[in-house]
């Protein structure tokens, strides 16, 4: 031990009473604008955000941003937009210094992503930061503001438009520097906004480079369903479905993907309100609720949406980096984007063909027809190869392969026929069905696969997967047609026995499991006699789908997840298992229910259902050339 002080030696240090103390002061205005920035830029992708949104205000038709170290050394963006005059550019820079709007009340109808006229002034109080610019006529001005001190003006040489450089972003507001990531996380994030704003943004050319390294490269797109083959590939883009809606003070178009192709973050999922590209946690909600019971856990289906409101019923004044919206009517919100979305990834009949079907048909067996309007032509779209294919930079190759993807259909005009293709795109391989008007079930393979026929192909169903998307539709859709399930009394109750840990959570369970169906009371010390079930689960795995409901409802969060989760276990317990021995009606019976369930293509754990084989590839097999 050293000489350390005793810890009961106290020191105590006399201060002189200050006679007029002071102890609240106005900060000077260059600390106030370094603190204030710290709400809009917290680091370089926000700045990347701001710039560009600046350029898209000032009509843009290219935007080129240019990084040094994913943006923590250098940032520059560069603009073909209206550009500003030699007395505009110097005040730009200024604080609350804005073209966009002039009085409180301009804001209830804003167009422009900015408004707020802080993020030059912001950005140039933590950098040493340098914009050039020019309307076109004349010379073009050059304002240097260096972490905040006042503008330094000069006239030069430049293009219609505006080029700011941002050097040292933070190099005077060390405590910010030290949170930034690293160049490559700062890169990504950087990447996803700008992909975010290209597809808020289809019309306009976006490029980011690094090192003369090309990161993104959106050349301009002339419809969205292009700039979304450019940022996902051709592949993904063709099988995601068109959106178009309107309800109440909502209008809503895009696209969105099947369930069947998803992504591992929601980053692929791009909302924009009225242009504006926003992170609205009901309009999340929303497409979670579309896709509800169809995806495993952390998958995310590619959505684009494009939500037009009046501008009066949404405040987009709610966050300094004006990312968060908020709506007059939230719950509408939300409800709107979720229909808008399970509208158009829900199975549909088409309308009725006016060209008539041949009558003559090569079957003579009886087949089942479908309660409703004939179902799609999928057998066409499946004898389609779909490859995937890395996302395309080049926008002739995109073009090319989009026409080429859309060859013309028989009958229709060329033109006609591409753009009823692209706008329609159609299934991949595993979201393709059989056509419930023209098949016919032929048998069971295994005792586990139904094999379906259909004209020029065979199809091999899995019955388990099958049955239970058809069950959970049904329990899940409670407006639909065929209404929930009743519940059913069992004619032998059925005595389920836990293990004596397990019992006693059990118990305080019940009440919330007899919501899903399950009447059941203790019975003895561990066991538990269910007296009546969810009439889809009478006859099956009754003690399975009480166990697991059970571990459900104490493994999971109480919300959606868990009524999910629940339901979910109950489909798979009522579901025909692999090994089940099936007649011929309870086959057709089956296969009638799946293909007429909203979401027939994907199983609720997202595996497939179903694939087929095509007659030539038989034919090839029995080398039948
Ligand atoms: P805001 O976008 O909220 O108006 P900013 O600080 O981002 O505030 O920009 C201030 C002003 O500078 C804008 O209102 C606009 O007039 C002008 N400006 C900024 N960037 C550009 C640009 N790239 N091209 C043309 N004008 C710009
Ligand atoms: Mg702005």
Not at 320 to 329: A, G, N
Not at 362 to 389: C, G, I, L, M, N
Request: glycine letters at 6%; proline letters at 7%; aromatic letters at 4%.
């Amino acid at each position: 031990m050293g000489k350390a002080a005793s810890p009961c030696r106290i020191r105590y240090e006399v201060i002189p009473k200050d006679p007029n103390p002071v102890s609240i002061r106005v900060l000077d205005p260059r600390v106030a604008q370094q603190v204030a920035a710290g709400e809009v830029v917290d680091r370089p992708a926000s700045v990347v955000k701001e710039l560009v949104e600046n350029s898209l205000d000032a009509g843009a038709t290219r935007v080129e941003v240019e990084l040094g170290d994913g943006g923590t050394s250098h940032i520059l963006v560069r603009d073909d937009g209206s550009g500003m005059s030699s007395e505009d550019a110097p005040r730009s820079v200024l604080r609350h210094a804005t073209s966009k709007i002039q009085a409180v009340s301009d804001l209830e109808a804003v167009t422009t992503l900015g408004f707020r006229g802080e993020a030059l002034a912001s950005v140039a109080s933590v950098s040493a930061f340098c914009l050039t610019t020019s309307t076109g006529d004349g010379a073009g001005t050059k304002v240097v503001v260096d972490g905040g001190d006042p503008a330094k003006v000069s006239l030069t040489a430049h293009p219609k438009g505006t080029t700011i450089f941002v050097d040292r972003l933070f190099y005077n507001v060390p405590a910010r520097r030290a949170f930034l990531k690293g160049a490559r996380a700062e890169r990504a994030a950087i990447l996803e906004i700008l992909t975010h704003l290209g597809i808020a943004h289809p019309s306009v050319a976006f490029r980011l480079a690094e090192k003369g390294r090309d990161y993104l490269s959106l050349p301009a797109a002339q419809n969205l369903l292009e700039r979304l083959a450019q940022v996902y590939g051709v592949a993904k883009a063709r099988v995601m479905r068109p959106v178009e809606y309107e309800s109440g003070a909502f209008k809503i178009s895009g696209y969105a993907a099947l369930p069947s192709v998803t992504e591992g973050s929601r980053s692929c999922q791009t909302v924009a309100v009225n242009s504006r590209w926003v992170r609205a946690e009901n309009l999340t909600r929303g497409i979670d609720d579309a896709y509800r019971a169809t995806l495993p856990s952390g998958r995310y289906p590619p959505v684009a949406l494009r939500l037009e409101v009046d501008p009066h019923r949404v405040d987009v004044n709610v966050h300094p980096t004006k990312q968060l919206v908020r709506f007059s009517e939230e719950r509408a919100a939300r409800a709107a984007v979720g229909s808008a979305i399970r509208e158009a990834i829900e199975w549909r009949p088409p309308p009725p063909s006016t060209v008539p079907r041949p009558t003559e048909r090569p079957y003579t067996q009886e087949r089942f027809s479908a309660p409703h309007a004939p179902a799609p032509d999928y057998a066409r779209v499946a004898e389609h190869r779909h490859d995937y294919s890395p996302p395309v930079r080049d926008l002739s190759e995109v073009r090319e392969r989009l026409a080429e993807a859309s060859a013309p259909l028989s009958g229709a005009t060329p033109e006609a026929a591409s753009k009823e293709q692209i706008d329609a795109p159609e299934l991949p391989e595993r979201g393709a069905l059989p056509s419930l008007e023209e098949l016919r079930v032929i048998g069971q393979l295994a005792a586990g696969y139904i094999l379906v026929e259909e004209p020029g192909s065979l199809w091999i169903v899995d019955q388990h997967v099958a049955h239970e998307r058809a069950i959970l539709d049904r329990l899940t859709d409670a407006e639909g047609d065929s209404g929930l399930p009743t519940t059913q009394a069992l004619l032998v109750p059925e005595v389920v026995e836990l293990p004596l840990s397990e019992a006693a959570a059990a118990t305080e369970h019940l009440e919330e499991l007899a919501v899903y169906g399950f009447e059941a009371e203790p019975f003895g010390p561990n066991s538990f006699r269910i007296t009546g079930v969810i009439s889809t689960l009478a006859g099956r795995d009754v003690a399975g789908a009480f166990k697991e409901a059970l571990a459900a409802a104490k493994g999971t969060e109480p919300g959606r997840r868990r009524e999910d989760h629940i339901l979910a276990t109950i489909a798979c317990h009522s579901a025909v298992k692999l090994g089940d021995k099936l007649s011929q009606p309870e086959m057709e019976a089956l296969i009638r229910d799946w293909l007429t369930s909203h979401l027939p293509a994907t199983c609720p754990h997202g595996r497939s259902i179903c694939y087929h084989i095509g007659i030539n590839e038989v034919a090839r097999k029995l080398d039948r050339h």
